[in-house]
């Protein structure tokens, strides 16, 4: 049960973690760890972050590939 938990955030998160962790060469595991406390902490302040650079992400991919697809 617990693992099909992790599979279904995994598969359906934005990704933002990873993002983080490959461009500022820091574990993915602490930066999700980071969030989770500071979510606690602030109040959930944090995952408004999340969510909003998801979001942003997200448009960029989408950008890239339209960008590829018309070239």
Not at 43 to 59: E, K, T
């Amino acid at each position: 049960m617990l693992q099909r938990i992790f599979t279904f955030f995994e598969r359906y998160s934005f990704g933002v973690c990873t993002y983080l962790g490959e461009r500022f060469n820091i574990s993915i595991s602490k930066i999700r760890l980071f969030f989770i406390y500071t979510s606690f902490l602030a109040v959930g302040f944090p995952l408004i972050f999340y969510f909003f650079a998801g979001i942003v992400l997200d448009i960029r991919n989408y950008i890239k590939r339209q960008h590829t697809y018309y070239r």
